[in-house]
């Protein structure tokens, strides 16, 4: 009996024991328990303006917002006018390719002025700039000014804006003499390295609009500047030209026009050639600047004074709210063969020394 009732027990037991394990083991408690890892909460999305800010913070802080192309017709309003135009829209339409960003080292600069945005110049056809002669193409917004500078490169003054321009970040259009530009390749190189636009402003700085100025003449002033500009810098210029004093002749906008070359005036006249120091220039530019609003600024880097007021006219920008626009050329100028050959032949540029380097330099006093 006792025998029997042992035997009972232990049954009982041993099912007790099997039971137990399969619960633990096998059945729907185990596969509810707690994972060992939690799934992360799905990321929020940015907020319009923060994902904007951060996608132009990885572009450098500069936006391509608009392409300018040479007839109106070809470019919606809304796309030249705006400053508010979003990249998407830029970039979506095949006409109308987007520039592309330069890479470049970070602005040291927080508080710098930077560039706001870029706009790429279809040059077809010899579009004109600026109020002060052309009045068709109003790309600019309230507050934004285009940078430009004059007559370089020259030592001394075209390094000190360069310099001012990097502390703040910023970018500007130049109009190299081409005499100047054979004398201080060194300088233009550095202008072009800084990612400025680099066009040209005649060969001699002769006014083309002059009585005794003939059209071969004038034709001669224009490839032949932008042949010296393009043996400066070992590359294209843009196809941006400006008039020296702003004198603009029918026959050589004409001529402009066939090659494809865009006009420059200014909406403004810095006047720094006249100022008698760097205090007037700043004044002239702010009081106008604030008058009309915006606008294309003419200054010349060949000016002390210029180069001297520009950090402070910078600054002056910044404060007043005002907005650099980068303006670039959607292609670079096709240089004329025969006005680079000649410029060439006519520098007469020494040949190469076949002579040992031994026999030339020597060390006579260390």
């Known amino acids: 009996m006792r025998s029997a009732l042992g035997v009972?027990?232990?049954?009982?037991?041993?099912?007790?024991?099997?039971?137990?394990?399969?619960?633990?083991?096998?059945?729907?408690?185990?596969?509810?328990?707690?994972?060992?890892?939690?799934?992360?909460?799905?990321?929020?999305?940015?907020?319009?303006?923060?994902?904007?800010?951060?996608?132009?913070?990885?572009?450098?802080?500069?936006?391509?917002?608009?392409?300018?192309?040479?007839?109106?017709?070809?470019?919606?309003?809304?796309?030249?006018?705006?400053?508010?135009?979003?990249?998407?829209?830029?970039?979506?339409?095949?006409?109308?390719?987007?520039?592309?960003?330069?890479?470049?080292?970070?602005?040291?600069?927080?508080?710098?002025?930077?560039?706001?945005?870029v706009v790429e110049i279809d040059t077809t056809g010899g579009p004109g700039f600026g109020f002060e002669h052309f009045k068709q193409l109003d790309f600019l917004a309230d507050k934004e000014v285009v940078l430009t500078f004059d007559d370089g490169p020259w030592p001394g003054n075209t390094p000190a804006v360069l310099k001012a321009l990097a502390d703040e970040c910023t970018k500007a259009v130049f109009f190299p003499i081409g005499k100047h530009a054979t004398y201080h390749p060194e300088i233009l190189r550095q202008v072009a390295a800084a990612g400025h636009t680099v066009g040209a402003h005649t060969w001699s700085h002769a006014n083309l609009n002059s009585k005794k100025m003939t059209e071969q003449q004038a034709k001669d002033e224009v490839e032949k500047g932008f042949s010296a500009v393009k043996l400066a810098l070992g590359a294209a210029p843009s196809p941006f030209f400006r008039f020296p004093q702003l004198q603009h002749g029918p026959a050589a906008m004409a001529y402009l026009g066939s090659r494809n070359i865009a006009t420059f005036s200014c909406d403004l006249d810095s006047f720094d050639f006249r100022a008698k120091d760097a205090a007037q220039i700043v004044n002239t530019v702010m009081t106008k600047l604030d008058k009309q609003g915006k606008g294309i600024i003419l200054m010349h880097d060949f000016q002390k004074h210029t180069a001297e007021a520009l950090p402070t006219l910078l600054g002056r920008l910044k404060a007043g709210g005002y907005k650099v626009v980068q303006m670039r050329a959607k292609a670079p100028l096709q240089t004329l063969v025969e006005y680079d050959d000649g410029l060439v032949k006519d520098m007469k540029l020494p040949t190469v020394s076949a002579r040992a380097l031994s026999n030339v330099v020597q060390t006579v006093a260390q």
Request: charged share 15%.
């Open 8 to 117: 009972m027990l232990a049954s009982a037991v041993s099912v007790f024991v099997i039971v137990a394990v399969w619960f633990w083991t096998y059945s729907p408690r185990a596969v509810l328990a707690a994972p060992d890892t939690v799934s992360a909460r799905q990321a929020e999305r940015l907020p319009a303006a923060a994902s904007a800010k951060s996608t132009r913070a990885l572009a450098d802080e500069v936006e391509v917002t608009a392409t300018i192309a040479a007839r109106p017709s070809t470019v919606a309003p809304s796309t030249v006018a705006s400053s508010t135009v979003k990249p998407s829209a830029a970039l979506s339409s095949p006409a109308l390719p987007a520039a592309p960003l330069q890479p470049k080292a970070a602005c040291a600069n927080a508080d710098a002025l930077g560039v706001s945005r």
